[in-house]
């Protein structure tokens, strides 16, 4: 996938996380864009900032 | 979503959201009265054997007919001024915790026969970690403060504004980037 398009993946994902601590609306968005990922074969970590990444599933080491 | 179908939404969201307030707070209350009760019972088990092996409390320790007796002596306040209120409280007892489970009961009813006249509203509080039969561990206690009606309902607008912006968003981002719906 485009890298500026998992940057925006990325950055929007990680707003939703965190909106979604504070109210459950936010839950279905974020689900969504999760599942999506992973059926593109990525998987959420969270990285050092604190921050979510998706992550390819076979790059991971 | 037509204009009317939208303002009647918004208006079943905040109705139930104003319930949930309601029980949530009345829930606390009882959290707030049992918890210290619970806890000071508990105190002089730490890192003492508390669990019969075959699971359940030993006999001395008999907390569950304690929160029986206290809970006599509370009153919920119900949704409705016809309304009356079941409560039922217990500690539950696993491999890892001790956590006090509670199931307020509104309208009628009781909580064995799950009737649709009844409104439930469950909540589960830890106590305290539990290794082998020991109580290893207590949560910190704190009182829950009541939540705040108007100020849970700004947040809720709030957040309901932000997630049309966020659909939005992701609606530019998935489907105008047709290779990746793909």
New interface residues.
């Given amino acids: 996938?485009?890298r500026k398009?998992i940057s925006?993946?990325n950055k929007?994902f990680d707003?939703?996380y965190d909106?979604e601590s504070?109210?459950d609306?936010?839950k279905e968005?974020k689900d969504?864009?999760d599942e999506?990922m992973l059926i593109?074969g990525y998987e959420m970590k969270i990285n050092n900032n604190d921050k979510c990444v998706f992550i390819k599933i076979q790059d991971k080491k | 979503m037509t204009e009317k179908y939208k303002t009647d939404y918004i208006k079943g969201q905040i109705q139930d959201l104003k319930n949930n307030i309601f029980f949530e707070n009345e829930s606390r209350k009882l959290l707030n009265y049992l918890t210290p009760i619970i806890l000071n019972e508990l105190k002089p088990y730490l890192d003492k054997q508390i669990l019969k092996s075959g699971g359940g409390f030993l006999k001395k320790i008999n907390v569950n007919n304690l929160i029986d007796d206290r809970i006599k002596r509370f009153k919920v306040n119900p949704l409705n001024k016809t309304d009356f209120v079941t409560i039922r409280a217990y500690l539950k007892v696993n491999m890892y915790s001790i956590s006090l489970d509670l199931s307020l009961c509104f309208n009628g009813g009781n909580y064995e026969d799950k009737t649709y006249y009844c409104v439930y509203y469950d909540t589960v509080k830890y106590i305290c970690d539990i290794k082998g039969l020991n109580i290893i561990k207590f949560y910190d206690y704190e009182e829950l403060k009541p939540l705040n009606v108007i100020e849970e309902e700004k947040n809720f607008l709030k957040a309901l504004e932000l997630k049309e912006q966020y659909e939005t968003q992701l609606n530019k981002l998935f489907y105008k980037n047709k290779n990746l719906v793909r």
């Fill in positions: 996938m485009d398009i925006k993946i929007m707003l939703l909106l504070k109210h609306l936010f968005q969504y864009i999506f593109k």
